[in-house]
């Protein structure tokens, strides 16, 4: 599926993701992937998102993880009831594969905790998987 969505103690992350031709060189092995990610506060404290984890997997099973802080140079913080969305890019050495991770959040008293990106595929357009 190329959207996924979860939530962790009121922190729902949904995510879409999309091909991007004009970005791709397939001759040249390289394929180029958007993704849009909405990071919504369904709970009742004010959060704010630290740093990202991303688990990325080709086609041939390459698995490369991407961390750091923040997302998009961002570290949004989230009152109950607000939503942040951005969208960033992975490209990728195969026609397919897929995302998942993990964001850490920490709420206004200091509790830490990961909320779950659920996998999600990075795909083209109507191709079978």
Do not use: K
Request: aromatic share 10%; with cysteine.
């Amino acid at each position: 599926m190329p959207s996924s969505e979860a939530s962790t103690r009121g922190v729902r992350v949904e995510v879409r993701s999309r091909y991007v031709p004009e970005r791709s060189t397939p001759e040249e092995g390289a394929w180029f992937f958007a993704y849009t990610v909405r990071i919504t506060n369904d709970g009742d404290t004010t959060v704010q998102l630290l740093t990202r984890h991303w688990i990325i997997t080709d086609a041939d099973g390459e698995t490369q993880e991407v961390r750091g802080p923040g997302v998009v140079g961002a570290q949004p913080v989230l009152e109950p009831g607000q939503s942040f969305e951005y969208t960033s890019a992975c490209p990728l050495g195969t026609s397919f594969g897929t995302m998942h991770g993990s964001y850490q959040m920490v709420t206004e008293d200091g509790d830490r905790f990961d909320a779950e990106i659920a996998p999600f595929s990075l795909s083209l357009p109507y191709a079978v998987n």
